[in-house]
Each structure stands twice: as structure tokens, then as C-alpha cells.
């Protein structure tokens, strides 16, 4: 069985009419964790009865090039010049390990 996902606001009121099964954990990922998740890690956690498995799912083919921040360019020497990390189009493929 696959559990269900949802996004939901971070209120109480959220919480409660999201509703509880037989009992509610609360996972809090930091920065470095979300940044693992990007890297292709999965975050393991163990409540001591039941462990949860977290990874990140992307169907995203190409992201903003880091380089040129997605503008297509960047200043060298003090000239505008096409980026020749996304030849310009200023995004790159999505990395393999994150799909």
C-alpha cells in the first residue's frame, strides 16, 4: 500500500481536519535536509515502531542553471557573455540522481 501525500497549511486547524489514524508523527526537515533530498539522499526516520522513508520526486527535466542564476549570461572581464554551462538558455538537464 502507498500512503497518501498531502500538503497541508502548518495550523492546528489544518492538522485536525487533516485527521489522525491510529496515532501522529511529527517529521520536521531542516535545510540540510532538504538539501540532501536534492542531492538524491532519502531521509530515514524510526519513531521506534514504524519507520518512514522520505525522497524527493521530480518529473522536472531542467532547472535554472546555478551559474548564470537562469539569465542565459553572465559578466567576465567586464563583458556580457553567453553562458556555456546552459548555452544560454539558462537552465541545465535535471541531474540523473534526482529524478
Not at 485527521?19 to 542531492?39: F, M, N, P, S
Not at 524510526?46 to 519507520?51: L, P
Not at 542564476?69 to 546552459?86: F, K, P
Request: charged fraction near 25%; aromatic fraction near 8%; include cysteine.
Amino acid at each position: 500500500m502507498t500512503d497518501t501525500v498531502t500538503i497541508i497549511e502548518n495550523t492546528a486547524e489544518a492538522r485536525e481536519d487533516y485527521g489522525e489514524r491510529y496515532g501522529v508523527d511529527e517529521i520536521e526537515l531542516t535545510a540540510e535536509h532538504i538539501a540532501a533530498l536534492k542531492a538524491g539522499k532519502c531521509i530515514a526516520s524510526n519513531n521506534g515502531e514504524y519507520t518512514q522513508f522520505i525522497t524527493l520526486k521530480t518529473t522536472i527535466e531542467r532547472m535554472c542553471c546555478s551559474y548564470c542564476d537562469g539569465t542565459g549570461t553572465y559578466e567576465l572581464a567586464g563583458e556580457t557573455v553567453c553562458c556555456s554551462y546552459c548555452d544560454g538558455c539558462g537552465t541545465v538537464p535535471v541531474p540523473e540522481e534526482w529524478k
